[in-house]
């Protein structure tokens, strides 16, 4: 199983991302499917997940109204869409899949990518 995430860079505040991670070795559609992100020093932090169910998708306060999941199923990839960037949302972004029926820790998560950095200056 890999999930390889891309998509980082380096933008001004407001700017906008989009993320992808596409998996290998497993379906996309079987899996609740998250995106966390972790600076130095700091605990992993999870930012939302897209269900596998319909539409089920929950977002943290952090990042709700900014950051959008959505999938393609077809495409085996799913996406984290980031707008209105902030200095704050520096960090390194992963994605990773969960078949855990409460998919909002970081516990529940068995598959990781290897992450990607996001760095917003001001």
């Known amino acids: 199983v890999q999930l390889q995430a891309s998509g980082g860079g380096s933008v001004q505040a407001g700017d906008s991302l989009r993320l992808s991670c596409a998996a290998s070795g497993l379906t996309l559609r079987n899996y609740h499917m998250g995106w966390f992100r972790q600076v130095p020093g700091k605990e992993r932090e999870f930012l939302g997940v897209?269900?596998?169910?319909?539409?089920?998708?929950y977002y943290e306060d952090s990042v709700k109204g900014r950051f959008t999941i959505s999938r393609d199923n077809a495409k085996n990839t799913v996406y984290l869409q980031m707008n209105n960037l902030k200095p704050e949302d520096t960090a390194v972004y992963y994605c990773?899949?969960?078949?855990?029926?409460?998919?909002?820790?970081?516990?529940?998560?068995?598959?990781w990518g290897q992450g990607t950095q996001v760095t917003v200056s001001s």
């Open positions: 990773a899949a969960s078949s855990n029926v409460t998919p909002y820790y970081v516990r529940s998560y068995t598959y």
């Open positions: 897209g269900k596998r169910s319909i539409p089920g998708t």
